[in-house]
T-cell receptor, first 113, second 114 residues
C-alpha cells in the first residue's frame, strides 16, 4: 500500500526566505506526482504536476523535483511572501491504483512579514 | 484546465439530517471523485463516480451513508446521510486528470454537524 509522508508538518519562516518542502512515497511505481496548495477551509489549488519520466517542473517562484527511484520529491519556494502561507500537499498516482490519488498529510507553511 | 463549481461552500447541520453537495463541471468528464478531509487530516477518497454506472466506494465508505448521483457527464452529487458530529469535515469533488495539468478540485464544502 502506497504511503506518502511530508516533512516538516509545519514551518514558519520570515518573508523573503527560500524554503524546501519534502515529500516521500513508499512505492516508486508511480505515474505522476502533484503538488497542491490548500488555504484554510478551502479546496485544493494545483501548483505543479510532475510525470514519472520528468525530473522537475517550474512555475514562477516554485520548482518541484522528482527522484522516482528514491521515492522523493521536493517543492522549492523562492523569496517567500506572506501570501504563500497555506498548507501544501503532495499526492501520487500509483501504477496499480487506477486513478486514485494518495495524499500526504501536508506541510502547514506560515510566512511572517 | 476545467472549472468545478461546488456548493454549498459551508453548512451547519443538525445531527440526524442529510446534506447534499453538488459539483458542476464546465466540460464533460468521465470520472468524478469525492473526497473527505477530516479536521487536521489529509484527504481520503470516498468513491469514484462514472456516468451511467454505480459509484465505486472505497473501504470504510458505504452507499447508504454516502449516496452519490451522476446523472450526466458534467454533474454529480454526494449526500451525507443521517449525520453525526463525526461527519464534520471538508468534502471535495475532483475530476479525472487532464494531461499536463493533473487533477482539479472543487472549492470544498465545509460541513459542521451539531
Amino acid at each position: 500500500k502506497q504511503e506518502v509522508t511530508q516533512i516538516p508538518a509545519a514551518l514558519s519562516v520570515p518573508e523573503g526566505e527560500n524554503l524546501v518542502l519534502n515529500c516521500s512515497f513508499t512505492d516508486s511505481a508511480i505515474y505522476n506526482l502533484q503538488w497542491f496548495r490548500q488555504d484554510p477551509g478551502k479546496g485544493l489549488t494545483s501548483l505543479l504536476l510532475i510525470q514519472s519520466s520528468q525530473r522537475e517542473q517550474t512555475s514562477g517562484r516554485l520548482n518541484a523535483s522528482l527522484d522516482k527511484s528514491s521515492g522523493r520529491s521536493t517543492l522549492y519556494i523562492a523569496a517567500s511572501q506572506p501570501g504563500d502561507s497555506a498548507t501544501y500537499l503532495c499526492a501520487v498516482v500509483g501504477e496499480t491504483s487506477g486513478s486514485r490519488l494518495t495524499f500526504g498529510e501536508g506541510t502547514q507553511l506560515t510566512v511572517n512579514p | 484546465s476545467a472549472v468545478i463549481s461546488q456548493k454549498p461552500s459551508r453548512d451547519i447541520c443538525q445531527r440526524g439530517t442529510s446534506l447534499t453537495i453538488q459539483c458542476q463541471v464546465d466540460s464533460q468528464v468521465t470520472m468524478m471523485f469525492w473526497y473527505r478531509q477530516q479536521p487536521g487530516q489529509s484527504l481520503t477518497l470516498i468513491a469514484t463516480a462514472n456516468q451511467g454506472s454505480e459509484a465505486t466506494y472505497e473501504s470504510g465508505f458505504v452507499i447508504d451513508k454516502f449516496p452519490i448521483s451522476r446523472p450526466n457527464l458534467t454533474f454529480s452529487t454526494l449526500t451525507v446521510s443521517n449525520m453525526s458530529p463525526e461527519d464534520s469535515s471538508i468534502y471535495l469533488c475532483s475530476i479525472e486528470p487532464i494531461r499536463d495539468y493533473g487533477y482539479t478540485f472543487g472549492s470544498g464544502t465545509r460541513l459542521t454537524v451539531v
